[in-house]
């Protein structure tokens, strides 16, 4: 996972605080699409290794730890739809009826819901993922 980022401010320890545009998964062509609603030009700024020595202001290459990235979206993605269907099967055992499911079902994948957003903000305020600065553009 590669993207092109700037240097807005170095950090002791070989870091640095780079600002990225994010990359949506389509063909950036907005004005006729709209369906993404202007996130994809969203920034964000994230730290990184500057293993290439850029300095402030400089144009450079970043690289993230895809295998880590994949990891944790599949979790956040994945953890409220299979906790649905263990709070359906759950709420199905005392065959109480369909609707009795289907709450259990809801309260599995609001359970899920709550735990990714926990999971998701605890690592970044770990800071789990980690870029580090390739070279210069």
């Known amino acids: 996972m590669t993207q092109v980022a700037t240097v807005k401010r170095l950090l ?3 870091m640095a605080e780079v600002e990225v545009v994010r990359r949506g998964a389509c063909a950036h062509d907005c004005a006729k699409c709209g369906g993404c ?3 994809a ?3 964000i700024v994230v730290t990184a290794r500057n293993v290439a020595g850029a300095a402030v ?3 450079v290459t970043i690289e ?3 295998r880590k990235v994949l990891g944790y979206a599949a ?3 994945a953890l409220p739809l299979v906790l649905f269907f263990i709070g359906y099967a759950l709420a199905a055992l005392p065959k109480l009826g369909g609707a009795v499911s289907a709450l259990g079902g809801a309260a599995g994948f609001v359970i899920g819901v709550l735990l990714a ?3 998701s903000r605890r690592l ?3 800071s789990a993922v980690t870029f580090r600065i390739t070279g210069l553009v």
């Open 41 to 43: 030009n969203q920034t």
């Open 75 to 77: 979790l956040v993605y």
């Open 37 to 39: 609603d202007g996130m």
């Open 64 to 66: 993230g730890e895809s």
């Open 124 to 126: 970044k305020a770990e």
């Open 12 to 14: 002791s320890g070989q």
């Open 117 to 119: 957003v926990w999971y």
């Open 57 to 59: 202001g400089d144009r």
